[in-house]
């Protein structure tokens, strides 16, 4: 393993020769949401993270500027017969920012950390195909019993023991090379500038919190040549109406977001600058199972409001008790009109959501509600019986808080739905807005949530993906609902022996999670944007995924 070198700024002269000749290197004005919780990259679990990771890290395979998947450390990489062992070779040459060589030890090294206990890495459970993953996360074993070995110095294996799209996992942040020694010297601090030692197309140059993140290019990265933005600079934008005016004044070559407006207002205004695609992504609200009044078990003897269907899975009555934790958590979901979401309050190309699984995933065919064929009026009807069958009234009225992440567009939807839970229901909702890791924070430990702004964005284009943070009590099951009929269809489908059949038992563990109703879709994103006309290189894709290096500035 190298020693520990830090990133080294531009030599005083070079600078100085720089400023003499008149140059001004391009910079890219980023709109980035919210403060990014970490830059490491084993501890990312959001976009704000992400977006800035993509530009400092390179995996072993990465994804060009249209999301198709192409080669990053490893130059060819192949699989086995069966699909259980694959093996990548790495390109000639590689190096950390810092100038040290990057090898294929140190890459097994790096998983290692990612999947030891001590780290908590979030999307670990992403990589359970990975022989030993979960046990060595689970501190079972050490993390030498991973499946990730190096033959030589070039190449790098990893043992699976079931099929999974692992070229498409080793593009997330967990897979990114870590350089433990800096990990070693500093701590959590190795995420600073000055401390900070990547392998990607940037290397991180100034942090201001609250305020910018700054990467400039890297010389060491081995397509440096081709980068044709020498600076990057990510702004906090957590007020999208904000981002919004930055963009017009010119401060921004790229938002972020676009927040809730008009499309026609919009489209008159910015014209071809705004851009709108489909998007693996979906929203819903989730429900903190793990506490009353949304925890199951308190069952009330009473007859079932019409309509209540027992006799498939789960069910608010079950074996003639109405289960009141299960009820209420219906009810609020069918008391939201979707529809009128989707038209009013987000506007811009989002399709209203009965499911998890967003539509556009070759292959599989999404599940949606059993109540969702029924009209508004009629969900609202039943909405209030069931609220009532729960124990509440006009003279008992539930009172819950419904928490978010500071942000414009999350603001108008939470309070959409509380306006729709009160006028069809009766129920008091005091809304709460947290600075982004204070909400992450306390959506994972679930103590003081009860609903809270939940969904998911596709890490790679797989129903699973999706549906793994339910299959156990893991950190990314924020509701704290756990149903082994899920686990056991997640299970079937890793077992099963072609794609068609995989995806049958996926729908069948998505239609099992719906009727649980711990999770209330609400609708499935679109991405919207706004790109500066000298932006080039900026393309729609599915992940909406937009890495700096395959972008450049015109004139």
């Not at 397509?223 to 005016?245: K, M, S």
């Not at 009965?354 to 949606?368: M, Q």
């Amino acid at each position: 393993m190298p020693r520990f070198r830090p990133s080294r700024p531009w030599p005083a002269l070079a600078l100085a020769m720089l400023l003499a000749t008149g140059a001004q290197a391009a910079t890219l004005e980023r709109g980035n949401g919210p403060e990014p919780s970490t830059l490491d990259a084993h501890k990312c679990q959001e976009v704000a993270c992400g977006n800035v990771l993509r530009d400092l890290y390179e995996g072993l395979v990465t994804e060009d500027a249209g999301g198709r998947l192409v080669p990053g450390m490893a130059r060819t990489w192949s699989t086995s017969p069966d699909g259980r062992t694959w093996t990548f070779v790495l390109r000639d040459g590689l190096r950390w920012s810092n100038g040290e060589p990057l090898d294929a030890p140190q890459i097994v090294a790096s998983f290692r950390r990612a999947f030891a206990p001590m780290t908590a890495a979030p999307f670990g459970e992403l990589f359970e195909a990975l022989h030993n993953a979960k046990a060595v996360q689970a501190g079972d074993l050490p993390p030498s019993a991973l499946g990730v070995d190096a033959p030589d110095a070039r190449t790098v294996a990893f043992h699976l023991d079931r099929s999974a799209p692992l070229p498409a996992l080793l593009t997330l942040p967990i897979a990114f090379p870590v350089y433990l020694p800096a990990v070693e010297t500093f701590g959590a601090q190795h995420t600073r500038p000055g401390t900070l030692v990547s392998n990607g197309a940037y290397r991180l140059a100034a942090w201001t919190p609250q305020a910018n993140l700054v990467v400039e290019r890297n010389a060491r990265f081995h397509d440096a040549a081709n980068v044709a933005i020498d600076r990057v600079r990510f702004q906090v934008t957590e007020d999208a109406a904000a981002e919004l005016q930055r963009f017009a004044a010119g401060d921004l070559h790229l938002t972020e977001v676009v927040p809730p407006q008009p499309l026609a207002s919009l489209r008159a205004r910015f014209g071809s600058r705004l851009r709108l695609s489909p998007y693996l992504g979906s929203f819903w609200l989730g429900i903190n199972t793990t506490h009353a009044p949304f925890k199951d078990g308190d069952c009330a003897r009473v007859a079932a409001p019409r309509g209540v269907d027992a006799s498939r899975g789960l069910s608010p009555l079950r074996d003639g008790c109405l289960d009141r934790g299960h009820a209420l958590r219906r009810a609020l979901s069918m008391a939201i009109d979707r529809e009128l979401l989707v038209s009013r309050v987000t506007g811009l190309g989002e399709r209203a959501a009965y499911g998890i699984v967003p539509p556009g995933i070759a292959g599989y065919t999404p599940a949606s509600t059993t109540w969702s064929r029924v009209s508004q009026a009629e969900r609202e009807k039943q909405a209030r019986l069931l609220y009532r069958a729960a124990g509440y009234s006009d003279a008992r009225p539930l009172e819950i808080e419904l928490r978010y992440n500071t942000s414009t567009p999350h603001r108008r939807l939470a309070l959409a739905v509380a306006a729709m839970w009160r006028q069809v229901l009766g129920a008091h909702v005091r809304l709460r807005n947290e600075d982004w890791k204070v909400f992450v924070g306390n959506r994972k430990q679930r103590v003081i949530t009860q609903v809270f702004r939940g969904g998911w964005i596709a890490d790679v284009p797989d129903a699973r993906n999706f549906l793994t943070a339910f299959e156990s009590d893991g950190p990314l099951n924020w509701t704290g609902w756990q149903d082994k009929g899920v686990v056991d269809r997640l299970h079937r489908a890793d077992a099963a022996k072609n794609e068609v059949a995989r995806n049958a038992w996926l729908h069948a563990a998505e239609t099992r999670l719906l009727q649980g109703d711990a999770v209330v879709p609400l609708y499935f994103y679109s991405s919207k944007h706004l790109v500066d006309a000298r932006v080039r290189g900026f393309e729609a894709n599915a992940l909406d995924h937009h890495a700096s290096r395959w972008m450049h500035l015109t004139e």
